[in-house]
C-alpha cells in the first residue's frame, strides 16, 4: 500500500488530536484511503512542553522550516494557529509542490487568495475542511454537493463558544462574565476570549463560506463585525418571552448590486 508521510505543525488542541486520530484509527482510515498515513514529524514551540495527548519525543522537533523541506515529508498538516508563520509554512510546502492541510480560517481570511494562487501555481491543493464547521461539513457540501446550485443566502452558527456561552445565559439565567468563565473553566473558550466573543472568528469562517458561495475572495476588513459581549442577562430573558433566541450568526447574502456578508446577534 502506497504510504503518506505527514508533517504536522502544531501539537495542541488540534494538532494532538490528529495525531490520536491517526494512532486508533490509522488502520481503518488507510482501509478506506487505500493509502497509509504515517505521520514522520510533529513540530512544536517547545518540545519539553507536558501534553495532554502524549507525542512521542522522537517525533517532536522545533524546527517547522526542516521538516517542511525534508524530501521524505509528501504533505505539511498546519495546525499551529496566526497568520504569519502559517503563511511561511504553508507557501513554503506549496512551493515545493507539497500539498497542505489547514484548520486555520484566520490564515485563509487574511491570506487565502495568495495561497490558493499558490496551490494552483505549483500544481498543488490546499485542504481546508476542518477551518469551518468541520463536524457538519461545510465545505465539501459547498465545494462539491452545491456545485449546480446559486446560492443566495447563508446563515448559521458558526462559533461555538459564542454559542455555548448564549446557551447558559438562556438555560441557567447566568450573566455574560459568569458564562463566559464557566466557558474557560471548562475550555471551551480562550483566556484571551476577544477573537470568539468579539465576533472576529465567525467572520473569518463566513468570509471562507461566502468566497465558497460566490467565487471571490471577500476582503476581511469589509465583514461587518458585531459580538455578543454587549448582550446581558436581561436581553436573553426579553427575547425569550417573545419566545426567541439569542445567537450569534454568520450571515452571507448576496444582493442584486454587490454579495455581502455579516455576523449579528439576531
Ligand atoms: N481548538 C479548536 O477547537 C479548533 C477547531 C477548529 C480549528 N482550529 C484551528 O486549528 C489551529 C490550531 O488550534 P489549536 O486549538 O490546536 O491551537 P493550540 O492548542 O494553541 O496549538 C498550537 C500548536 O502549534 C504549535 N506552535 C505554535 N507556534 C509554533 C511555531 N512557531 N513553531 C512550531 N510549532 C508552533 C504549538 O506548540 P507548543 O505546543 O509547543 O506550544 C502548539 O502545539 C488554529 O488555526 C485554530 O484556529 C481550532
Redesign the pocket.
Known amino acids: 500500500m502506497q504510504q503518506v508521510n505527514l508533517g504536522i ?7 494532538g488530536g490528529v495525531f490520536q486520530a491517526i494512532q486508533r484509527n490509522g488502520a481503518l482510515i488507510s482501509s478506506r484511503l487505500g493509502v497509509r498515513l504515517h505521520i514522520a514529524r510533529v ?4 518540545v519539553r ?1 507536558p ?1 495532554t495527548i502524549k507525542i512521542p519525543s522522537s517525533l517532536l522537533t ?1 524546527d ?1 522550516a526542516g521538516m517542511v523541506n525534508d524530501p521524505r515529508v509528501n504533505l505539511v498538516v498546519e ?4 497568520t504569519t ?1 502559517a503563511r511561511q509554512v504553508t507557501l513554503g510546502a506549496l512551493k515545493l509542490g507539497k500539498p497542505v492541510v489547514t ?5 485563509l481570511s487574511a491570506h487565502g487568495e495568495e495561497l490558493f494562487e499558490a496551490a494552483q501555481n505549483y500544481g498543488t491543493n490546499l485542504y481546508y475542511e ?2 469551518v464547521a ?1 463536524g457538519i461539513p461545510i465545505i465539501k457540501v459547498l465545494r462539491e454537493g452545491l456545485i449546480g446550485n446559486r446560492i443566495t443566502r447563508l446563515y448559521g452558527i458558526v462559533n461555538g463558544t459564542c454559542n455555548y456561552i448564549l446557551t447558559r445565559m438562556k438555560l441557567d439565567g447566568a450573566d455574560f462574565v459568569d458564562a463566559l468563565a464557566q466557558a474557560q473553566r471548562l475550555g471551551y473558550a480562550e483566556a484571551e476570549p476577544s477573537l470568539d466573543i468579539d465576533g472576529h472568528d465567525a467572520a473569518h469562517k463566513i468570509g471562507i463560506l461566502a468566497s465558497l458561495a460566490h467565487g471571490f475572495w471577500v476582503n476581511p476588513r469589509q465583514i461587518y463585525v458585531e459580538g455578543i459581549r454587549p448582550i446581558s442577562k436581561l436581553d436573553v430573558q426579553f427575547a425569550g418571552q417573545l419566545g426567541y433566541s439569542i445567537k450569534l450568526l454568520g450571515i452571507v447574502k448576496k444582493t442584486e448590486a454587490v454579495a455581502g456578508t455579516d455576523r449579528k446577534p439576531a
Open positions: 505543525i502544531g501539537g495542541g488542541t488540534v494538532g513540530a512544536v514551540r517547545d512542553k501534553r522545533t517547522w495546525l499551529m494557529g496566526g508563520t484548520a486555520n480560517k484566520a490564515l476542518a477551518s468541520g
